[in-house]
């Protein structure tokens, strides 16, 4: 949040983030620290406790009609990851203009974001952002990399709803002539780590459990080599990027029976990021469901101290 909020302020491009707040993230935040206002809009924040990239945010709010929509995308991209989800609904469009292009798909991809995280029971902001996707992978005046993530998303989409093996199996295969006819060197260690990651899930659901291990081998080897690579506040993103790689690991070893592998995957998670809740969390439910309470215990607690989201979830878990 913060390295976005610098990069607004100073104009350099955004990387890939992959994680994506959740809906609830600031009342969370007010039930962590109620001392902190809550805030359903970043310019209910009094002018004397705004930081200079807080300042612009507002300033940039306020002038929302009248700015690019190159800018306009930056500030709903801040927005989104600081948690204000409902004035992201309100800022951008329902349908992309016609002749606004990718950014103006971009801005209504958020919007659709917005619904699925203000109420994820409603389907109508998974479809939506389905069919975005869609129209983002199938345009031929996108670069290979930005068509492939989108199908990727496709993809792993159908593989999560029941039923829809099918239609995953068709956006691979969609996935896989993209990834193979792009330029070399156009795709980036990033994108190339979640590309087997994304296919690996198709084949955990199909139960490849085998086939599972080694595409996400590819993808923690490219993991790795991006940690390696990134400079900058690039290692943020691929700090975050292996954060996934090994979460996703650790519970298809947990799926497949090995329970030894699991462990060993959850573990190197929490080293690999002690900063993240969501890893201690991860283990101590391993820990908990194989019978290992005392261990969980110290987990939850690690992650009760780390703070929102998972403050709440980590305090009743310890209570249980």
């Given at each position: ?14 990387p890939?983030y992959q ?30 406790h ?10 940039q709010?306020?002038a ?6 190159a ?8 927005l ?26 971009a801005?209504a ?8 995280r ?11 952002m389905?069919e ?7 345009d ?8 492939l ?10 593989a ?6 099918g239609?995953?199996?068709?956006w ?13 060197n ?8 979640a ?10 659901v ?33 700090l ?6 090994l ?10 029976g090995?329970?030894d ?45 780390l ?11 310890l209570?249980?």
């Amino acid at each position: 949040m913060a390295d976005l909020g610098n990069r607004l302020l100073s104009g350099s491009p955004f990387p890939a983030y992959q994680s994506i707040t959740p809906g609830p993230l600031r009342a969370l935040i007010s039930l962590d620290a109620p001392h902190v206002p809550y805030l359903e809009d970043p310019r209910r924040l009094p002018p004397q406790h705004r930081s200079e990239p807080w300042r612009l945010l507002c300033d940039q709010v306020d002038a929302w009609s009248t700015l690019p929509s190159a800018q306009q995308l930056r500030v709903a991209q801040v927005l989104a990851k600081l948690g204000f989800w409902e004035l992201v609904l309100a800022l951008t469009p329902a349908d992309p203009a016609p002749v606004g292009g990718a950014k103006a798909r971009a801005l209504a991809f958020l919007h659709a974001a917005a619904l699925f995280r203000l109420d994820p029971r409603d389907p109508a902001g998974s479809a939506r952002m389905r069919e975005l996707a869609i129209a983002k992978a199938s345009d031929q005046e996108l670069t290979p990399a930005a068509r492939l993530s989108a199908a990727l998303n496709v993809a792993v989409h159908h593989a999560r709803a029941s039923g829809e093996i099918g239609a995953a199996k068709r956006w691979q295969a969609i996935a896989e002539s993209l990834a193979s006819s792009a330029p070399p060197n156009s795709l980036s260690l990033l994108l190339r780590s979640a590309y087997w990651r994304g296919l690996g899930l198709i084949r955990f659901v199909e139960g490849d459990h085998g086939e599972v291990a080694r595409m996400m081998d590819r993808s923690e080897d490219l993991a790795r080599w991006a940690m390696g690579a990134a400079d900058g506040f690039e290692p943020i993103a691929a700090l975050e990027n292996m954060n996934a790689v090994l979460e996703t690991r650790a519970r298809a070893c947990w799926s497949a029976g090995d329970l030894d592998s699991a462990e060993r995957y959850f573990r190197r998670h929490t080293d690999h990021d002690p900063w993240d809740a969501k890893a201690h969390v991860r283990l101590a439910d391993f820990l908990f469901r194989t019978g290992r309470i005392d261990e969980a215990r110290e987990g939850y607690r690690r992650a009760a101290v780390l703070g929102a989201p998972y403050t709440v979830y980590a305090r009743t878990r310890l209570a249980r």
